[in-house]
């Protein structure tokens, strides 16, 4: 079956502007984490739904950050005003609810800011 | 708080020699280990769970809470096993997210 997707790929945007980034999980999954990969930082928690709880949002570096997620399904992570330090990899995973840890990953969004 | 640590940012082995990627955790409750794996141009994935003691590609780890390690080992590394390597921890009944190791970069040269 379909895998995680991310979209876009690729998104250079310059200083200051907002960008959104787009996830859709694997059919039936019903968690879904956003991690941030910079070089040297290894995988950095962001933000984690599960099914109708509320998500735990205790990694988001700061109030420019914010994401949601629709249906319980796709996410979209959305980051205003962004700076230079936002530049990095965007990571989706998602997993069934029963085994949580073993995580499917998207092929990420590499976002650089000019 | 759980911490993960790789200590070795980089490893350099030569086929066919074992390998061995550290990792530590700090996890004062009952732990859970993986290690996932990045292949060069392909997505992050799982390779192995402390639960099953199982070997995947010829990886095997065990979990030693005396030492609080979980390393990864290979008796003969082969080239293709150059990746990117990261040991994640998450907690039974806690927080639901997996913390990450900053990873070891792994090149087995021929």
């Known amino acids: 079956g379909a895998g995680v997707s991310q979209s876009p790929s690729n998104k250079v945007t310059e200083k200051g502007k907002d960008v959104e980034l787009r996830c859709d999980p694997i059919s039936g999954h019903t968690a879904l984490y956003w991690y941030r990969q910079s070089l040297g930082q290894g995988l950095e928690f962001l933000i984690y739904f599960q099914g109708n709880s509320a998500p735990d949002k205790s990694g988001l570096p700061s109030d420019r950050f914010s994401a949601e997620r629709t249906g319980g399904s796709v996410s979209t992570l959305t980051i205003q005003r962004t700076q230079q330090e936002d530049s990095a990899v965007y990571l989706c995973?998602?997993?069934?609810?029963?085994?949580?840890?073993?995580?499917?990953f998207g092929p990420g969004t590499r976002l650089t800011v000019t | 708080a759980q911490r993960v640590t790789q200590p070795e940012k980089l490893l350099s082995v030569f086929k066919g020699a074992p390998v061995e990627l550290k990792c530590n955790y700090s996890y004062s409750g009952s732990p859970e280990l993986f290690w996932y794996v990045q292949y060069s141009r392909q997505r992050l994935q799982l390779l192995l769970r402390?639960?099953s003691r199982e070997s995947i590609k010829g990886f095997t780890a065990d979990l030693n809470k005396g030492e609080t390690s979980f390393h990864l080992k290979k008796p003969f590394a082969q080239e293709e096993d150059s990746a990117m390597y990261y040991c994640?921890?998450?907690?039974?009944?806690?927080?639901?997210?997996?913390?990450f190791g900053k990873g070891t970069k792994l090149t087995v040269n021929p």
């Open positions: 995973a998602s997993s069934l609810a029963q085994v949580l840890y073993e995580q499917y």
């Open positions: 402390h639960i």
């Open positions: 994640a921890l998450g907690s039974q009944g806690g927080s639901e997210k997996l913390v």
